[in-house]
């Protein structure tokens, strides 16, 4: 007997064209998961969101004594072994856990029953992530043991795991998808990237669903130190650590070091309503640029990034008067927090001065890669519950950052449409644009573990 396998199931798009051009399905928002400093699970996560609640803290991941900034925005409570048996965690980096936690929340969320797809439906599911460094506690303690001469206690795994597509990899295998799995690493931009790539894949008939986000867990000592020399952390308040980001402030000294994971599932619209599924948000638009102007500062003139929210803006088809909340990339540091500034004012003339716009990451820190992933995250929740979140530890206005940031507390807002913006090393700037969701069966994220 021979059993015929459908390799390539069909994907043909049938619709109307759009005067002349490339027709393109909508994509939309079905789930998501959060692993943050500030809470597990999506609603805990907004909830101090929302309310200005800080995650940022000493480090207890290991002892910090001996390094400038000993403070970052580490996930706590998270119990690894919730997600992967013993042996498992023994090959793999801490980021890895993280994103499957927040996936396995996603998936929840957006209804899907991994256990019960058949092959051809696991076929259609791939895993597009962003990540900026990857496993870099598995492979800092790997190079401790080569270097250490305990080579024997090397792990098997020392060389795939050590790669940043092995979060992907771990992902796909930990859900049986079989689908693309592909990481993007590209620096703060990594997330904003991936969930770009994966809203083009679905919307021109390449992919159907992806699990795509972003996830980041470094917070190792040379990483610490790496960033200390460049001297961009903030390291005179670890002792108030829940003050020490402070994006746009006057007194501001440095991003903190954060980590976490933010995972959304994307799918194309009526594939969506047909099975009933739950609608948080509509992806309209994305645009990236570079500087190419120097590996890790910024050009103060500001006209690439605002070219990136420009493009974004207009690959969604709606006007720069129809944006209504801005999640800035805002990492607390003096050039980039003038330069995002500067850059919004090019893109929208006066009216930048009439649009709400924050960073989470004064509660969070930066967790580099995931940044983009959480701010969209935070962004559709803000846009779903009708209130936007704030810039907390913003004390002392800067003359050269003049726009409404959101000081300290949280405002009531109906939002229709928000701006979710990114600016990385190597001069790369990153932008998306989403809508409300207005779908079917739209819920709360679960509380998820």
Known sequence: MVVKIKLFPDRSVKMKPDNGKQARRRVVVTGMGVVSPNGIGAETFWRATRAGVSGVDTITLFDPASLSCQIAGQVKDFKPEEYLAAKELKRVGRAVPLAIGAAREALRCA?????????EERRSWGV???SGGGVPDFTEEQYRLYFSAQRRKLSAYNISSSTIGTLSSELSLSFDLKGASHVISNGCTSS??????????IRFGLADHLVTGGVDATITPAILQGFSVMRVLSSSRNAE???ASRPFDRRRDGFVLGEGAWILILEERESALSRGAPIYAEVLG???TCDAYHVVRLDPNGEEPARAMALAIQDAGVSKDEVGYISLHGTSTLLND???THATKLCFGRRAYDIPM???KSMIGHPQGAS?????????????DGFLPPTINYQEPDPECDLNYIPNQGAAREVEIALCNCIGFGSKNSALVVGRGNGSAAGSPSNGR
């Open 128 to 130: 597009i992530l962003g």
């Open 111 to 119: 209804r899907v029953g991994v256990e019960a797809m058949t092959l």
């Open 338 to 340: 003038k330069t995002e």
């Open 372 to 384: 983009g992933a959480a701010g969209l995250c935070a962004a559709i929740l803000a846009m779903k």
């Open 358 to 360: 924050s960073s989470i």
């Open 192 to 201: 904003t990237d991936a969930i770009g790539y994966a809203f083009n894949l």
């Open 241 to 243: 650590p829940q003050r």
């Open 286 to 288: 994305y645009g990236s």
